[in-house]
């Protein structure tokens, strides 16, 4: 009982570990793409400096939430899943 | 990684309410944000000159700053909701950052306060559809053509579960997740001033996460006034 508790526990750390890499290697690529046409607007057009600033905070700022997600679920597999008592009396805390 | 060490907290020790500070520090410190809002706000409006002094020309420029983008975004229209949209981002944006004092914890770190925020935001979208629209609100979750309806319906009301989940979510998860890299830098590092990039960055992602919030409550109060397509 103690070895599948112990062996599930690692499978979920584990889990979380490759969960939120994914998350924040398609979060990279999202804003990186997002930034990338900002500063070719800015580039174009210096004028529009302002407006296509806040547009790309906010924009990002969306874009970083579905990071926080995934990281979210991450935290939950390591810290609150369903077996978090059987795992801390197991590992003696 | 040993137990934050938190003023109220302690406070509330010391006159014997220990297991409720204990358990409960987001409720305590969002008395003491509504304290500090209260405190402030008295203190700038108390004597409303033509020319105004420091603290009423600084919540002149905030309120009419945000009123502008919210009428901005809304149409002219939408001018009435302002008041509960900015108390909602002069909120929050105060509990995300009195995290970066030391020995106090941000409010919006804990999923309550968020859920409570998220859950009033999108309660009021549907006050203001029916206001607006009465029985023939429904239309906007039944799309464009009758026989879709069993197919957009579901959609349209997950959707609107989903607004709930994500706000909370996202303001939730940007505060925790600050707090938690705050603690692992601390517990690594902390003689060496390694947190401090952490806490400018905090200041920034405190800052814009209420924005963010206060952006996509008025962006879906705009879609609950609007007609349906």
Redesign the interface.
């Known amino acids: 009982m103690e070895a599948t508790a112990l062996s599930f526990f690692i499978a979920c750390v584990t889990a979380a570990g490759f969960g939120i890499a994914i998350a924040a290697f398609g979060c990279g690529i999202g804003q990186g793409l997002g930034l990338r046409s900002a500063v070719e607007g800015i580039a174009r057009n210096p004028e529009s400096s302002g407006k296509v600033t806040v547009t790309l905070?906010?924009g990002l700022?969306?874009i970083?939430?579905l990071c926080?997600?995934a990281?979210?679920v991450a935290?939950i597999l390591i810290y609150a899943h369903p077996q978090a008592a059987a795992i801390a009396g197991l590992l003696g805390h | 990684m040993e137990h934050p060490y938190l003023f109220f907290v302690k406070l509330f020790e010391l006159i014997g309410l220990a297991h409720f500070a204990h358990a409960y520090p987001h409720v305590i410190y969002s008395w003491i944000v509504m304290a500090i809002l209260i405190v402030f706000g008295y203190l700038a409006a108390k004597a409303v000159t033509l020319i105004p002094s420091k603290g009423q020309n600084f919540f002149e420029i905030l309120i009419s700053g945000l009123e502008e983008f919210a009428v901005g975004v809304t149409g002219e229209e939408g001018r009435w909701l302002f008041p509960i949209v900015g108390t909602v981002f002069i909120y929050i944006a105060t509990c995300n950052l009195i995290g970066l004092v030391p020995g106090f914890y941000p409010p919006t770190a804990s999923l309550n306060t968020t859920l409570s925020c998220a859950l009033v935001v999108v309660i009021y979208t549907h006050v203001i559809g029916i206001k607006y629209h009465g029985a023939k609100y429904i239309k906007h979750f039944l799309g464009p053509v009758w026989w879709m309806i069993p197919i957009i319906l579901p959609i349209e009301l997950i959707g609107h579960l989903a607004r709930i989940l994500s706000l909370s979510f996202r303001l939730f998860g940007n505060m925790m997740g600050h707090e938690l890299v705050l603690g692992i830098l601390f517990f690594l590092a902390g003689a060496f001033f390694a947190p401090l990039p952490i806490m400018a960055l905090g200041i920034f992602v405190a800052l814009v996460q209420a924005f963010v919030f206060f952006l996509l409550s008025i962006m879906y109060f705009t879609g609950a006034m609007e007609h349906a397509h």
Request: net charge negative.
């Open positions: 905070l906010i700022a969306m970083e939430s926080i997600y990281l979210v935290l």
